[in-house]
T-cell receptor, first 115, second 115 residues
Framework: AQSVTQPDIHITVSEGASLELRCNYS??????LFWYVQSPGQGLQLLLK??????LVQGIKGFEAEFKRSQSSFNLRKPSVHWSDAAEYFC?????????????FGQGTTLQVKP | ETGVTQTPRHLVMGMTNKKSLKCEQH?????MYWYKQSAKKPLELMFV???????ENNSVPSRFSPECPNSSHLFLHLHTLQPEDSALYLC??????????????FGPGTRLTVT
């Protein structure tokens, strides 16, 4: 069965510092991978997605993620964090091969940004 | 503004009550989803509807009863709930187009408390 692990439950970074959030997945073939963000009191918003092709994908709000098959990882990065980036971040894998829209989420990483 | 609205935003109900959650999407999507978000647990997919037909029931107890009268509206009928059902219930929608089904748009959720 497919699964997603986010090793870090809580991360604190200073504003302006770089950010990397870790995500590991379990799936035998090429996965469909996603990062979603949830701001307080809101639903989830899709940041970026990977289906195939270029392993470095760009998303909204200045985020990027890199798919590394050898490490079964899809880490999220941002070169300079803004205070508005404080939120909870979820990595997800799309269940395949059914393409039913079933997403399997990790437990989430809460990002705190220090001024 | 994500195009997916949910009402009510907050709900407190006793274990013997019957209530309903409503979700509406204005994005022209054909797939809709109910998720449960509990503290310290990954998001759990509950139900999936494609073109008003239920295509996924993730072993959800029968005290949760979904209804999808058309592609724009989704309801979750609740009855005889348990305190452990207290959670944030999120609705989402997506295009029903293969891998695009994973690109989901979420509403802000209904915070449910069962007393």
């Amino acid at each position: 069965a497919q699964s997603v692990t986010q090793p870090d439950i809580h991360i604190t970074v200073s504003e302006g510092a770089s950010l990397e959030l870790r995500c590991n997945y379990s799936y035998g073939a090429t996965p469909y991978l996603f990062w979603y963000v949830q701001s307080p009191g809101q639903g989830l918003q899709l940041l970026l997605k990977y289906f195939s092709g270029d392993t470095l994908v760009q998303g909204i709000k200045g985020f990027e993620a890199e798919f590394k098959r050898s490490q079964s990882s899809f880490n999220l990065r941002k070169p300079s964090v803004h205070w508005s980036d404080a939120a909870e971040y979820f990595c997800a894998v799309g269940e395949r091969p059914s393409n039913t829209g079933k997403l399997i989420f990790g437990q989430g990483t809460t990002l705190q940004v220090k001024p | 503004e994500t195009g997916v609205t949910q009402t009510p935003r907050h709900l407190v109900m006793g274990m013997t009550n019957k209530k309903s959650l409503k979700c509406e999407q204005h994005l022209g999507h054909n797939a809709m989803y109910w998720y449960k978000q509990s503290a310290k647990k990954p998001l759990e997919l509950m139900f999936v509807y494609n073109f008003k037909e239920q295509t996924e029931n993730n072993s959800v107890p029968s005290r949760f009863s979904p209804e999808c009268p058309n592609s724009s509206h989704l309801f979750l009928h609740l009855h005889t709930l348990q305190p452990e059902d207290s959670a944030l219930y999120l609705c989402a929608s997506s295009p029903n187009l293969g891998r695009r089904s994973y690109e989901q748009y979420f509403g802000p959720g209904t915070r449910l408390t069962v007393t």
